[in-house]
């Protein structure tokens, strides 16, 4: 089974760009979770889906949005980039919340210059 | 909401030691506890994960701990050996928070044969 996968894997923007970015969880998990892990640190949350519906939502500014389509799979956008944004940005998906664990994709390398 | 303190921030071992990595949570909501592996340039990888209606847990040469009293939580490596060298990560979540795992800021950890 594939496991959770996400593109694309490395990303180079321009201060006040916009980026979508995507991932597609474990097949049969129907929630999906959003981290920024900045260089040294540990992840922080920015959002977790579940069933196409917004569950949870960290402390980042409205710049940040995301989605879940019907598939479950879901996109990342961040509009206006700071360079503050460069991070990697981890998906993590789960068949549906702590119950049942969370298992993390390889991420995201975004890079703002 | 839930903070999350990890120590030490780097360890280093000789190669058949032990290593212990100690965290705590601050809200007492939360109830399950996870360990994250992340090797340099990879995602992180759940090693082991506890619940609160339970004391201890063991996988091999892993155990962790939990202690809901005093709200902290530790991961013991026993045995160690090179490929333990990696970021070791602890997380806090509550029932009601959904997907939003709280992460500490992490553990370098260095096992020198």
């Known amino acids: 089974d594939a496991g959770v996968t996400q593109s694309p894997t490395h990303l180079i923007k321009t201060r006040g760009q916009h980026v979508t970015l995507r991932c597609s969880p474990i097949?049969?998990?129907?929630?999906v979770s959003w981290y920024q892990q900045v260089l040294g640190q540990g992840p922080q949350f920015i959002f977790q889906?579940?069933?196409?519906?917004?569950?949870g939502r960290g402390n980042f500014p409205d710049r940040f949005s995301a989605r879940q389509f019907p598939n479950y799979s879901s996109e990342l956008n961040v509009n206006a980039l700071l360079l503050g944004d460069s991070a990697l940005y981890l998906c993590?998906?789960?068949?549906?919340?702590?119950?049942?664990?969370?298992?993390f994709g390889s991420g995201t390398r975004l890079t703002v210059v | 909401g839930e903070n999350v303190e990890q120590h030490p921030s780097t360890l280093s071992v000789q190669e058949g030691d032990s290593a212990v990595i100690k965290c705590t949570y601050s809200?007492?909501?939360?109830?399950?506890f996870p360990w994250y592996k992340q090797e340099l340039g990879k995602r992180p990888q759940l090693i082991i994960d506890?619940?609160?209606?339970?004391g201890e847990k063991k996988d091999q040469r892993i155990a962790v701990t939990l202690n809901k009293t005093a709200k902290h939580f530790s991961l013991h490596i026993t045995e160690t050996q090179p490929e333990d060298s990696a970021v070791y990560f602890c997380?806090?979540?509550?029932?009601?928070?959904?997907?939003?795992?709280?992460f500490g800021a992490g553990t370098q950890v260095v096992v020198t044969p």
């Open positions: 993590a998906s789960s068949l549906g919340g702590q119950r049942y664990g969370y298992t």
């Open positions: 809200d007492s909501a939360s109830n399950y």
């Open positions: 506890i619940r609160s209606n339970v």
């Open positions: 997380a806090a979540s509550s029932t009601d928070s959904w997907g939003k795992l709280q």
């Open positions: 889906y579940y069933e196409k519906e917004e569950r």
């Open positions: 097949s049969g998990h129907k929630s």
